[in-house]
T-cell receptor
Framework: EAGVTQFPSHSVIEKGQTVTLRCDPISGHDNLYWYRRVMGKEIKFLLHFVKESKQDESGMPNNRFLAERTGGTYSTLKVQPAELEDSGVYFC?????????????FGPGTRLTVL | DQQVKQNSPSLSVQEGRISILNCDYTNSMFDYFLWYKKYPAEGPTFLISISSIKDKNEDGRFTVFLNKSAKHLSLHIVPSQPGDSAVYFCAASGAGGGADGLTFGKGTHLIIQP
């Protein structure tokens, strides 16, 4: 069974540009999460989808970030316009059940560098 | 304001000895705790977890201990092996109810010396 996949693995863009990250969860997992790790800091929760609905987006930094999950399968996270402080590794995770004890499986991450 | 703290950025242990990684939390609403292991250029992988109603959970070489009164948990790895060299993240959930986003610590880089 395929794990969580993310694309691209790396992205280098200039300040002010737009970038779209994609996450494909494990097949059948209704719960999808986005996280971000800025260098030297902890991995921080951004938002949680249940199918196509945003369950919790309390961790989204500001309105330059837009997450979608149309059809309840893959998800995209768009940053527009990108700022220098958006640099970091963006992780996606998925879980089968909507309980906090269900294991979240992480993808390899997308490393975003904003110059 | 960090709710999950891992105060040791790195830890070096000799192969075959015990590795002890520590984690403290501040939010008493957390009721589920996890350890994830991360290799470079990979995502975190789930290692072991513990519910707040227990004080110990064991899985092979890995044991997690929870001290609720001290808001402290630790991960014991024995015996330590070279493949255990990785960054270990402590995480917690349950403060918001339902399927939460996890709250992570900054991680501890474990280095197993031959």
């Amino acid at each position: 069974e395929a794990g969580v996949t993310q694309f691209p693995s790396h992205s280098v863009i200039e300040k002010g540009q737009t970038v779209t990250l994609r996450c494909d969860p494990i097949s059948g997992h209704d719960n999808l999460y986005w996280y971000r790790r800025v260098m030297g800091k902890e991995i921080k929760f951004l938002l949680h989808f249940v199918k196509e609905s945003k369950q919790d987006e309390s961790g989204m930094p500001n309105n330059r970030f837009l997450a979608e999950r149309t059809g309840g399968t893959y998800s995209t996270l768009k940053v527009q316009p990108a700022e220098l402080e958006d640099s970091g590794v963006y992780f996606c995770a998925s879980s089968l059940l909507a309980t906090n004890t269900d294991t979240q499986y992480f993808g390899p991450g997308t490393r975003l560098t904003v110059l | 304001d960090q709710q999950v703290k891992q105060n040791s950025p790195s830890l070096s242990v000799q192969e075959g000895r015990i590795s002890i990684l520590n984690c403290d939390y501040t939010n008493s609403m957390f009721d589920y705790f996890l350890w994830y292991k991360k290799y470079p250029a990979e995502g975190p992988t789930f290692l072991i977890s513990i519910s707040s109603i227990k004080d110990k959970n064991e899985d092979g070489r890995f044991t997690v201990f929870l001290n609720k009164s001290a808001k402290h948990l630790s991960l014991h790895i024995v015996p330590s092996q070279p493949g255990d060299s990785a960054v270990y993240f402590c995480a917690a959930s349950g403060a918001g109810g339902g399927a939460d986003g996890l709250t992570f610590g900054k991680g501890t880089h474990l280095i197993i010396q031959p």
